[in-house]
């Protein structure tokens, strides 16, 4: 499968972002259709040393078994260690050209809020990045301001066809949005961590990106 066809469904977790057992959230999403999954493991309760690296591990495993990519948020570290598919890095986080000369064959994605991050997440040989907060989250409480779909909006007028992928405030009702704004695929959190029925929420997110 090539790397649009990835980010169709992205979902992203770690442990402070369920209620319930993030093993359990994960198989469910899957069995509901995502198609990449990013552990994501900060803020308020988040694990750390062992704790982190066996839930790493387990939810890696769960990808392994199903097929779909697992990336890891920032700590390149861990994703280096684990073997894993891929790694996520923001502005703030290790620069891009650098995680890509120590991990030259994992899939390395990179947060852009310009064109201008985005030209250098190209440059620096990214594999896809991430726009966003596209709506009001409240997952994330250091983000840049929403912007809708204005920048991917941008990238594609300038004819720019690098994979995107569209975060932040993504449910099943707006994210017909985020594609027709351009974007390849949608990463959210919530709206499947939370959801009553984390498989049902992947299906209609799934549903609304086709
Ligand atoms: C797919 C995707 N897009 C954007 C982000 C945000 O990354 P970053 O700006 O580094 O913020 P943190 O997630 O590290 O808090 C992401 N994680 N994934
Ligand atoms: C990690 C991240 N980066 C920009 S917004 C965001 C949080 C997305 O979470 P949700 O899908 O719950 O709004
Ligand atoms: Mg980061």
């Not at 369920?18 to 469910?28: F, N, Q, S, Y």
């Not at 650098?98 to 190209?122: D, Y």
């Not at 929403?146 to 004819?159: E, Y």
């Amino acid at each position: 499968m090539n790397i649009k066809e990835y980010l169709k469904v992205y979902f992203i977790m770690g442990s402070n972002n369920c209620k319930g057992d993030p093993r359990v959230v994960l198989k469910e999403a899957i069995a509901g259709g995502i198609t990449m999954f990013q552990f994501r493991e900060k803020g308020e309760g988040a694990l750390q040393g062992k704790e982190k690296y066996q839930l790493a591990y387990d939810l890696q495993q769960i990808c392994k078994q199903h097929e779909v990519p697992f990336i890891v948020n920032d700590d390149v570290d861990l994703a280096i260690k684990l073997g894993a598919d891929g790694i996520h890095i923001g502005q703030e986080d290790e620069k891009a050209y650098i995680v890509k000369e120590k991990a030259p064959h994992q899939l390395i994605g990179v947060s852009v809020h310009s064109i201008e991050e985005l030209q250098q997440a190209i440059k620096d040989k990214a594999d896809y990045v991430g726009m966003g907060p596209v709506f009001p989250t409240t997952t994330k409480t250091d983000t840049k301001a929403v912007q809708g779909t204005n920048l991917i909006q941008q990238a594609r007028q300038q004819k720019i066809d690098f994979p995107i992928v569209g975060i932040g405030g993504i449910t099943a009702e707006n994210a017909e949005k985020v594609i027709q704004g351009g974007a390849d695929g949608i990463s959210i959190i919530t709206a499947i961590s939370l959801a009553m029925s984390p498989k049902q929420a992947a299906e209609q997110l799934l549903q609304a990106v086709k």
